[in-house]
Structures are given as structure tokens and as C-alpha cells.
């Protein structure tokens, strides 16, 4: 579903930004205590690193800058002020000159964005052609739709590509945005973003991610087991297309003026 951008684009969002600052403080703090975390979350930060190109990047969506702390020569910004973040900037309206960058990337924001469109729109111009888009994102897969559902908190709406409420209003996230985006409506895609083509998709984690319980819950995998699992996981990879529970998302922009 596609609404009209003006529309959105006149949406006021600064009521958000005291849950949203809120929500920063508390990774951060759940970072800081769950090295579980930032072990799994390594291996994410490694693979958006190998699949942008060299040259100067941009993070959207930075948070608690967790991305930053393994690659700091990116800058890092948030909708939301944050000290260790170069500065503060809303990715549908982003303060730089077409093809500024050689990549945008970004780790769980596009399920946040209450138009992911207008988002995407934005990336494509700021990047330069031949350039990219680097995501990580939440996967629905058949296994972790049915365990999302019973265990976490954000919703999962494969029928919506937007986040609005009955009231109009942006709400919360939707997790299955990424899904629906790029591998359920994969043709649409193409055809609303011909500057965008999808390079890859890679559907991951299976095991320790869902057990670690991410910043939602107490982790559930002893120390000791995360290194087996480590092990097991690469070999589990065919079966990521109905178990995975993230996936890496790579675009390259082709002419933002298309
Ligand atoms: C789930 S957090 C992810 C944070 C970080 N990337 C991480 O992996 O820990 C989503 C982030 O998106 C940010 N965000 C929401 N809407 C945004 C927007 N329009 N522009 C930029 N950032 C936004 C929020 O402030 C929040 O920090």
C-alpha cells in the first residue's frame, strides 16, 4: 500500500522522539550487559562492512551506536539527538546533496519507518550511482513468524508495507516490512524502485539469535553452547528460507534520477 507522500512527509513525528531517545538509552544499557549480543550482532556489522563498497558511509537509524563502535569511520546518525552519533538526521529528509555517499546502511530501521518508501526514495539519491544500500533487517519466515507471534512484542503484518494506526497516526513497527518489501513483493519492488536493484538476500540465524532473546528477554543460551551453535549454524543456512529470522539486504543504487 502506497500513501501519498506529501501526506506523510507532513506527519508530525516529534511526539515520538521522547519514546524513541527512550528506547536508544535502553539498548544501550542491554548492550552493555549481554555480550551475547555483541557477538551476534558482530557477525551482522561484518557483513553489511563486506558488502558495502570502500569509500564514505553513511548509517541511518544508529541508535545506541553499536555499528559505529565496530566501524567508526561511517557516520552514524539517528532521527534522535544521541552524543556518540555524528549527528541528528530523519532518513526521509536527509540534510546532504544528491550522491554524497558511497553507502547508506542501516540496521533494524526500515520495520520502524512509517514510510519505508519515501526512506528508500531518500537513500538512492543521496548515494552516488554504482553505489549502496546495506540492510540488516528482521526475516518472517514461516518458523519465526509463528515464534515472533507467541514471543515479541512489535507486530508482524505481512499484508502492510507502511506503519499506520487506525488513527493515521505512525505507529510502533511492523517486522514484516523488510519481507514484504524485498522477497514477498519482490517484483513490485522493482518496478516502484528501478534506481534500486537488489543485489542480495541473504536469510540468516536460525539458533542463537532467537535464543539470545535480542533486546526483548533474558538470554537463553549458555556461553559455553554459543560456540557449538556458532558451529552448527553456517551448516543450517539451506534452511534459513523457513527459519531465518533476519536477513542481509544489499541494493545498488542505478540512477536516483530514474
Ligand atoms: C530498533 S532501533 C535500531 C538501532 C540500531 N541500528 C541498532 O541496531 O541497535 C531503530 C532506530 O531507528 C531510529 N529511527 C526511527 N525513525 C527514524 C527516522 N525517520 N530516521 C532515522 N532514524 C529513525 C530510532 O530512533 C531507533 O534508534
Known sequence: MLINQQEQK??????????????????REIWDRKPILRRIYGRWYRAIRDA????????????????????PEILSSDVVYAPWLNFQADCLSLPFADHTFDNVVGV???????NPDLALREIARVVRPGG?????????SWFSGIVRGRFHHEKQDLSRDVIYGPDKKPEEANLA??????????????????????????RTDILAYPLSRGFSGPNLLPGPMLTAIDALEPLLSPLTPWFGFKMLVVLEVLDASR
Open 10 to 27: 507532513s506527519v508530525d513525528l516529534s511526539e515520538r522522539h521522547g519514546e524513541w531517545e527512550e528506547e536508544v538509552r535502553r539498548h
Open 52 to 71: 558495502a563498497l570502500p569509500g564514505r558511509t553513511l548509517e541511518v537509524g544508529g541508535g545506541g551506536g553499536n555499528l559505529k563502535e565496530h566501524w
Open 108 to 114: 533494524d530501521i526500515l520495520h520502524h519507518l512509517f
Open 132 to 140: 549502496r544500500a546495506v540492510f540488516f533487517e528482521p526475516y518472517v
Open 177 to 202: 516490512i523488510p519481507t514484504r518489501l524485498f522477497v514477498r513483493h519482490r517484483e513490485e519492488f522493482e518496478r516502484r524502485f528501478p534506481m534500486l536493484k537488489i543485489k542480495q538476500i541473504k
